[in-house]
């Protein structure tokens, strides 16, 4: 099971937001404990580019953080799926999609890399984690 904290729910919502009309990116930071995923915080990449229809950042410059569990990015089209190159450019355990308009858990969908949606729990306090 994945397990997403309100706060990282709340960033990413805020920051999908904040960049829209532009695709928005975001690097997951969490860990693995007995077979469920606990992602915890949310971090801006390094020299991430946010365009119409994209968004990316150069890997190389991406310090070596064993904490990083994936990617989350916006779709200002609404579409809550991956698309080839989403799936193309993969990295980390899952993909996060957050659709247009942004305002609630529902607007988010998490991916493996096969672009499977998986199930994910929102966890209120940051506690429970």
């Known amino acids: 099971m994945i397990f997403i904290s309100q706060e990282v729910v709340d ?11 532009k695709e928005g990116i975001l690097l997951l930071r969490g860990e693995e404990r007995k077979g ?13 580019t946010h365009g119409i229809g994209f968004s990316s950042f ?7 953080d064993f904490s990083i569990v994936g990617v989350a ?25 957050v659709a247009y308009p942004y305002t609630s858990e529902r607007d988010i969908g998490v991916f493996d890399s096969k672009g499977k949606m998986l199930d994910f729990k929102v966890v209120r306090e940051s506690s429970n984690l």
């Open 11 to 21: 960033g990413l919502l805020t920051y999908s937001r904040m960049v829209h009309p």
């Open 36 to 48: 469920d995923l606990y992602i915890e915080e949310i971090v801006i990449p390094p020299l991430a």
């Open 58 to 64: 150069p890997f190389h410059h991406l310090p070596i």
């Open 73 to 97: 990015h916006s779709h200002p089209s609404g579409s809550l799926r991956p698309s080839v190159t989403d799936l193309n450019h993969f990295y980390g355990s899952i993909m996060v999609i």
